[in-house]
């Protein structure tokens, strides 16, 4: 019997008393599709970041077609064929497709850039990765830059592919592309390694699934001799709600009304065209639609992150179209929950602690005349700690160091503190694993239970038919029409999110 082409054997990767990888052993054929599965926090990230050469194991051995290799660098795990795909693309959004492939490869003082993209073109074309090789990276749809992304890698000779999360940005259409073309790949003897929280993608697409749980393999097993909530539960270590249990509430008074809202995006060009509707005290409502179609213009411009070019906000009765985003926070109480939590929700190079009180530093109790209270601080992050179950030796642990997952848990807890009378909630699962997900997902319902208006936007269809009362669907920056959850159907929704109508 042929040796796998990857073999690892026993590898372990401490950091000070801390074990990320414990005594991991883990086998992946030739042309194969092998899902890596774990909590955050579990060990992927930083067994990948040992294959890509970023991290020496402390032990073990790394066997790729049977030899024995030592990842020393980046550059040896390229030269080894190993390429990996990050979640956040590494991309220089200013420079063409052409350029960003070429970058780190190519010392010539004569580049040829016209010839390598001919090149570029001609591989694309290939391996089924069509795009434009001098179009501009930032003007891409993220799914193109994605393919981007991997002819980067395949320029450079990879293959072993190593994909972390590769579909947490996508649309359905996208997400079935970038499957059609993972096939091809490993039908060309491609190797590819998938890390995802997706379990219907990774049954879907994967031939393996080793899963991680606590720095070790609970088990490797095939995709077709197991279930979702048996990859669910060996991932967390207890059985996961799949279904959500929403109590029924009647909603109260109106804590959020937006009356005609116009807004434009990054570019002066119109984002949100004519936007109205009502949040009740106790309701969800939820915002359906591809990404790309307002959502982020509209949920920066009720956080006050972002000017108004027509329209009006009330919350809680007051007029609030022009106050900043500290007075919304202050006077009316308000929680936001962004987008992207690494660039909006933290400060990535500050403790736990300081994240924690970001919104509420220049105030007692954290703060007396003018001086932060550290003491102070530090009992409250620690009761925070352990009321949102967040994964971390200490509180002054930098929030760079923490898992997706954890880091997500800081952002919740700081914006759920105070008992905000409104929440807006801008895909707060996304890239988090299943128990994560539930966390939020729980935590969210517990403030719909309180009495908060809460605004949940997510490009997860499910998602959001599970989570809300009422769902508006967002086409091209308006509402094209709001039904009531309970009534509505994954296939009428799916088509109103696509700008057509039911027929």
């Known amino acids: ?8 054997e026993n590898i372990t990767k401490r950091f000070g008393s801390f074990t990320a990888n414990d005594q991991i052993t883990l086998s992946i054929e030739a042309g194969s599709i092998h899902a890596l599965l774990g909590e955050n926090g579990a060990g992927k990230s930083t067994l990948m970041n040992i294959l890509c050469g970023l991290y020496q194991p402390d032990e073990g051995q790394i066997f790729l077609q049977g030899q024995s290799v030592k990842l020393s660098s980046p550059g040896t795990a390229i030269r080894h064929g190993i390429g990996m795909i990050h979640q956040h693309f590494m991309l220089v959004p200013q420079l063409s497709v052409t350029e960003n492939i070429i970058l780190g490869q190519d010392f010539s003082l004569n580049l040829n850039l016209r010839q390598k993209a001919e090149a570029i073109a001609a591989m694309s074309q290939a391996y089924g990765l069509e795009v434009d090789p001098l179009a501009i990276v930032g003007d891409l749809p993220v799914g193109i830059q994605q393919r981007v992304e991997i002819l980067k890698a395949l320029y450079r000779q990879a293959k072993l592919l190593i994909l972390d999360e590769p579909t947490a940005v996508l649309t359905p259409p996208e997400v079935e592309s970038l499957f059609i073309i993972l096939r091809q790949l490993a039908a060309r003897d491609h190797t590819i390694i998938f890390i995802s929280h997706k379990l219907d993608e990774v049954l879907s697409l994967c031939d393996q699934v080793t ?14 001799s197991t279930t979702r909530p048996d990859l669910a539960q060996l991932m967390v270590g207890r059985e996961v709600l799949f279904h959500l249990n929403k109590p029924a509430i009647a909603p109260g008074s109106v804590v959020l009304e937006v009356q005609n809202l116009q807004v434009v995006d990054d570019r002066n060009l119109p984002a949100i065209r004519g936007i109205s509707f009502q949040i009740r005290a106790g309701e969800i409502l939820g915002i359906a639609g591809v990404d790309g179609n307002g959502q982020r213009e509209l949920a920066d411009a009720i956080a006050g992150l972002r000017p108004i070019r027509q329209g009006s906000i009330f919350l809680v009765g007051q007029n609030v179209t022009h106050w900043t985003p500290q007075q919304r926070v202050k006077q009316l109480k308000m929680g936001y929950i962004p987008e992207d939590r690494q660039k909006m929700g933290l400060v990535m190079s500050f403790s736990i602690a300081r994240n924690l009180i970001l919104k509420r530093f220049k105030r007692l109790p954290f703060c007396r005349r003018f001086f932060l209270r550290p003491r102070t601080i530090a009992h409250y992050a620690n009761t925070v700690i352990q009321t949102f179950d967040i994964r971390a030796i200490n509180s002054q642990l930098k929030v760079s160091q923490l898992s997706g997952g954890n880091q997500q848990k800081v952002v ?13 909630a801008m895909q707060p699962t996304r890239g988090l694993d299943v128990g994560a997900t539930e966390y939020v997902q729980q935590a969210l319902l517990a403030e719909r239970q309180r009495g908060a208006a809460i605004l949940y936007i997510s490009t997860e269809l499910e998602e959001v038919m599970t989570m809300s009362d009422r769902i508006a669907i967002i086409y091209a920056g308006q509402f094209i029409e709001t039904l009531d959850a309970k009534a509505a159907s994954v296939e009428k929704v799916g088509l109103l999110m696509a700008g057509g109508e039911e027929g």
């Open 1 to 8: 019997m042929s040796s796998p082409y990857l073999h690892l």
């Open 211 to 224: 899963v991680l749980r606590r720095g070790k393999v609970a088990a490797t097993c095939s995709s077709q």
């Open 412 to 424: 919740l807890a700081r914006e759920l503190s105070g008992d905000p009378c409104l929440i807006v």
